[in-house]
């Protein structure tokens, strides 16, 4: 099961563009990556999921390289509401493990 | 937009006690899964199902069981609660492989 390693927090002001990497260097070659975001006592929200290039939803973007060994979440312009933990996963479901492992995910923090 | 549900939202007991989480989703999602997650930490899966009479311990070694006789239908329970077992309980469920998890509001538990 490939492991996810993001920052553990980072800070951004109102309108700015984040951008949150995660490196999966162990992904598998049926893996797929998911975004999820949490807000305090709440259940995780699925943002996005992608398998390679660029996937783009209403919300986010998100970026993978050709080696597929990382991935990055593009919030644009954000806002208050933003702040959230957000979470990067290695889906590893389609290969036979029935499992979907969150990491310790990266604290956004949004500031006026 | 999820229709997955967790009662109760809030509990607290005393020690020794059994208890009960209930979740049930109206998505006719086969798989489903709990998560436990402590404040400002990590999610841990400690269950899951495939279907209808199939469950499967997760990474986190739990004391709670839990049953999947309906498919909408996946409670958990603790036969004799302790302090250690304080902690959000957190229910999803999920259409198939590499299918986004919805999830529940969650279950915060208090043992005294």
């Known amino acids: 099961l490939a492991k996810t390693t993001q920052p553990i927090s980072m800070d951004s002001y109102e309108g700015q563009e984040v951008n949150i990497t995660c490196s999966h260097n162990n992904i598998a070659t049926n893996d797929y990556i998911t975004w999820y975001q949490q807000f305090p006592s709440q259940g995780p929200r699925f943002i996005i999921q992608g398998y390679k290039t660029k996937v783009t939803n209403e919300v986010a973007s998100l970026f993978i390289p050709a080696d597929r060994k990382s991935s990055t979440l593009s919030l644009p312009r954000v806002s208050l509401s933003d702040t959230a933990v957000y979470y990067c996963?290695?889906?590893?479901?389609?290969?036979?493990?029935?499992?979907?492992?969150f990491g310790t995910g990266t604290r956004l923090l949004v500031s006026p | 937009e999820a229709d997955i549900y967790q009662t109760p939202r809030y509990l607290v007991i005393g020690t020794g006690k059994k208890i009960t989480l209930e979740c049930s989703q109206t998505m006719g999602h086969d798989k489903m899964y709990w998560y436990q997650q402590d404040p400002g930490m990590e999610l841990h899966l400690i269950h899951y199902?495939?279907?209808?009479?199939?469950?499967e311990k997760g990474d986190l070694s739990s004391e709670s069981t839990v049953s999947r006789i309906r498919t909408e239908h996946f409670p958990l329970t603790l036969e004799s609660a302790r302090p250690s077992h304080t902690s959000q309980y957190l229910c999803?469920?999920?259409?198939?492989?590499?299918?986004?998890?919805?999830f529940g509001s969650g279950t915060q538990l208090s043992v005294l």
């Open positions: 999803a469920s999920s259409e198939g492989n590499n299918e986004k998890l919805f």
């Open positions: 199902s495939y279907g209808v009479n199939s469950t």
């Open positions: 996963l290695v889906d590893g479901r389609n290969t036979g493990f029935q499992k979907l492992v």
